[in-house]
């Protein structure tokens, strides 16, 4: 992947993001400590910053990969507060309380915000089920879904190409599951969170309606979602623009519908062409 100079920037915006403006400024406020050449305060933050070094010139760069330095980062923020808390002679008596207090509700709220799950996936399964026991799936996300299906045998990835589809809809495939994940792995350009999706896939998320919409990721799951899976910072901020479309929903796709409207557009373009 061709190196761009914005994703120098990716992890940067990434813990501002994901863990919130009040911890970002506290571990950025941990370069204060290079200035005054207190190496033993600033190594949790030169092990955060070779973690960011290294993954910040590989082709991903996924928030997960900061997962390891995460306690190095709250060491960092931690000694700047206490170093703050700490020179009570030129604070007031109520600024430590309050710092902490602005501190701690920072990072509540972040958590509050990813605790609620819906479940969009057991919510899809269960209603294809509903209308056929015995269904068989194609899905952009075979492992979720396979976990809520009565039969794991039943449940496919889905195919990347038309003449896939059609065999697969052969073998007895009815039921199209489409997630978040599709923006990962199936892209027609191959770089993560692009449109249109690859072949098929494409017109059938922009053209054909679904049976079913059920809501997966929450507007900060799904931020989280595509963090965790960044690769160009670009891609991702205008990925995660508002949308008419919900990005992080689930949706089901009757393949019934789906083949037979995708054959009839065939045929009238093979006809469109001949007169031509």
Known sequence: QQFHVLNVFSYPL?????E??????SCLLGFYFVLKRDWLKVLPLAIVCAQIGIFTLASEKGARYLCVVLPFMAMTAAVVLWTLISHKD???VWTPPVLLLIFFSALIGKSLSIVSTPQ???NAVEYIQQRDPDAKILTSQPLLVSLFSKDSQHVSSAPKSFEEL??????GYRYLILDPQAFVSWTQSQARFTVPLVDYLGFVSERVPPVAQFAQLTPALLERFVWD???DLTASLHFLEPNKKDMGAVYV??????VGFMKTVIEKLSVQ???I
């Open 14 to 18: 990434e813990i501002f993001k994901l």
């Open 20 to 25: 919130g403006p009040v911890f970002f400024l």
């Open 90 to 92: 030129k604070m007031k």
């Open 120 to 122: 969009g996936y057991k």
């Open 166 to 171: 059609l065999m697969r809809y052969s073998q």
């Open 229 to 231: 899976h960044n690769e």
């Open 253 to 258: 796709y009757d393949l019934t519908v789906t």
């Open 273 to 275: 062409q001949g007169k």
